[in-house]
């Protein structure tokens, strides 16, 4: 089974082995709160991408360019307690001490100075006494002056890069070089820069994908009308299904984008309400008979004598199961399988989705929740299971995939009751 399939599922939208891997997009409570202990996200009033609240950089939905082996959210968000403070106590006591410095030495030449034109008379004491003050104060000067030529080039390199950046090159980076606290600011800016360069790289990924997937029915409505209007094919049915047909794509494709979009916003508000995940399972199996059935692929379904009913958007879920199940149809061949199973798990119910179709190639499997990941032989958006892990961690659930190439995929679908 390869990662995404084409067709509008029960639940709408192109199916697709598609999706994100990129973190735990939770529904927001609307009131500000913080994320539950099942990672909720936050309130509508401090979402967003624009920087100005809560959003995914915080909390639990892990970026898409964030590093897989890099956990998420850091440990090191805010300094810890009290470094603030001792970096602030270490700039003021070098102040200090480079005023005292220089007051004592410039006290001590005037001292000698005056002394010397016989301005002012003292011992000979006093005079071993002022010259070796001057002395002191000279190394102390010296020391100092090492102390910033030391400290002065890493923070030239981070204005140097910090302006690169400013300018859009996020490749800029800094050697990790100088005292504690310029090297920890120094790792910081190199992780940021990284971080933005990654979110730059998918940002343009993911407009050309979309440009991609709006040209081909795009053209097929084009090629189709104007052969229409040039009098070259007939107006009827037979050659005004393509153009329908595109433009279901089309506004399959605009579903997908839209809950994708809410999704990344945290908007994907789920409208609860008591679900018999029994009546769902059979209904959505009963919607996808046709398909099976031109398919040639065997549906079927096992559910438990008795399971919870749950707290959910009915109409969410269905499209999640409906996604799962017209994928597993478009990558089973004829005579396969498909086998939905319910069952229940602990605090709530886990639903797989099985086939024995041609399975996930290894090098897909483990992105394959990444949005517009799909396979070769796959005709889909590849927005399908990024779709229905938004959906489901919406509900505070969870979705994992299982496959072997030849053997067949399962996916299981983990909601709390």
């Given at each position: ?311 959910a958007d009915p109409a969410q879920l269905?499209?999640v199961l409906g996604n799962l199940i ?30 024995d179709g041609e399975g996930i190639p ?56």
């Open positions: 089974m390869s990662s995404s399939a084409p067709g509008d599922g029960p639940g709408g939208g192109p199916d697709g082995r598609g999706g994100g891997r990129d973190g735990r997009g939770r529904s927001r409570d609307g009131r500000g709160g913080g994320r539950d202990g099942r990672g909720r996200s936050r309130d509508g009033r401090g979402g967003g991408r624009d920087g100005r609240g809560g959003g995914r950089g915080r909390g639990g939905h892990r970026p898409p360019w964030w590093p897989e082996d890099t956990p998420f959210p850091p440990g090191n968000l805010h300094p810890r307690p009290g470094q603030a403070s001792r970096i602030a106590r270490r700039a003021g006591c070098c102040a200090g001490c480079a005023l005292l410095v220089l007051v004592a030495g410039f006290s001590a030449l005037v001292w000698l100075s005056l002394n010397a034109f016989g301005l002012v008379s003292s011992s000979g004491i006093t005079k071993a006494v002022t010259a070796a003050a001057l002395g002191l104060c000279v190394v102390a000067a010296v020391g100092i002056g090492i102390t910033l030529r030391r400290v002065a080039p890493p923070v030239g390199d981070l204005i140097r890069a910090a302006r690169q950046v400013e300018d859009g090159d996020y490749s800029a980076r800094v050697p990790i070089r100088g005292p504690g606290e310029v090297r920890s600011l120094a790792r910081a800016f190199n992780a940021m820069s990284a971080r933005l360069e990654a979110e730059e790289t998918r940002r343009r990924s993911v407009l050309a994908d979309i440009t991609h997937e709006l040209r081909t029915p795009l053209t097929v409505i084009r090629s189709q009308a104007e052969a229409i209007a040039d009098g070259v094919n007939p107006a009827d049915e037979e050659h005004i299904a393509p153009i329908v047909a595109a433009t279901r794509a089309l506004e399959s494709l605009a579903d997908d984008l839209r809950t994708l979009s809410l999704s990344e916003a945290g908007a994907l508000h789920p409208g609860r309400e008591p679900v018999d995940v029994d009546l769902l399972v059979n209904e959505t199996i009963e919607a996808c008979r046709a398909e099976a059935a031109t398919a040639g692929v065997r549906l079927d379904c096992l559910l438990a004598p008795t399971l919870p009913v749950l707290s269905r499209r017209a994928n597993a149809l478009a990558h089973t061949g004829s005579g396969g399988t498909v086998r939905v199973e319910a069952s229940q798990a602990t605090g709530g119910v886990r639903i797989t989705v099985r086939d290894p090098e897909l499997l483990p992105r394959v929740f990444d949005r517009f990941v799909k396979g070769a032989s796959s005709t889909g958006s590849g927005l399908g299971l990024a779709i229905v892990r938004d959906l489901v961690e919406a509900h505070g659930g969870t979705v994992a995939a299982e496959s072997t190439v030849g053997v067949g995929t399962s996916i299981q679908v983990s909601l709390p009751a």
